[in-house]
């Protein structure tokens, strides 16, 4: 079993939806969680970061932990087609001390 | 402020030889990460420096090794390559391994 889990998806939605996107992980020491998306032959780019359980917004970006579930989202809300990427969730023990640990990513696309 | 750049942007081996990437981390950050990243996979971590040591390594075998130089710059190096080690080598730099981790945009490896 991987430590992170992440529905690969790809995940197609007209644009003006929310996007809610999952991943669930099995290490309880896991204490940061970050939400990164990827262009296509791009680098992965830091949107969000929680620490511990609890949510996060930032413009449309809305990202929730529930550590007792061992569960965490990104809502995007308007989505826009410039949304349309790969989006990772990653974790650590301690915020960019340790290695990240990935999920898999979900595609995402919105079509106009 | 130039972020982080990696070289060369693509690299074609042959099975056996040897590889070098090189990363130069973002103005001012002293801890280089590196990562590999499959096709359809999210980025798996291989090894962290910091002061020009290794600090923590991931699962992968002993032919991937690495190097800090003084001006914080780092290099992976590749052995007896195999079809398997093709896929897109991230660099991520941090300050002190605190906080945001930098991605770069990667060199692609396609090891035939």
């Known amino acids: 079993q991987k430590e992170v889990e992440q529905d690969p998806g790809p995940l197609s939605v007209p644009e003006g939806a929310i996007v809610s996107l999952n991943c669930t992980y099995s290490?309880?020491?896991?204490?940061?969680f970050m939400w990164y998306r990827q262009y296509s032959r791009k680098g992965p780019e830091l949107l969000m970061y929680?620490?511990?359980?609890g949510n996060k917004e930032d413009g449309r970006f809305t990202a929730q932990v529930d550590k007792s579930s061992k569960y965490i989202s990104l809502f995007i809300r308007d989505s826009q087609p410039s949304d349309s990427a790969t989006y990772l969730c990653?974790?650590?023990?301690?915020?960019?001390?340790?290695?990240?640990?990935f999920g898999t990513g979900t595609r995402l696309t919105i079509i106009p | 402020d130039a972020g982080v750049t990696q070289s060369p942007t693509h690299l074609i081996k042959t099975r056996g030889q040897q590889v070098t990437l090189r990363c130069s981390p973002k103005?001012?950050?002293?801890?280089v990460s590196w990562y590999q990243q499959a096709l359809g996979q999210g980025p798996q971590f291989i090894f962290q420096?910091?002061?020009?040591?290794?600090?923590q390594r991931g699962n992968f075998p002993d032919r991937f090794s690495g190097h800090q130089f003084p001006n914080y710059s780092s290099e992976l190096n590749v052995n007896a390559l195999l079809l398997g080690d093709s896929a897109l080598y991230l660099c991520?730099?941090?300050?002190?391994?605190?906080?945001?981790?930098?991605f770069g945009p990667g060199t692609r490896l396609t090891v035939t």
């Open positions: 290490n309880s020491a896991f204490q940061y």
């Open positions: 991520a730099s941090s300050l002190g391994g605190r906080g945001e981790q930098y």
């Open positions: 420096y910091y002061e020009e040591e290794e600090r």
């Open positions: 990653a974790m650590s023990g301690s915020f960019g001390n340790e290695k990240l640990t």
């Open positions: 103005s001012g950050h002293d801890t």
């Open positions: 929680t620490y511990s359980s």
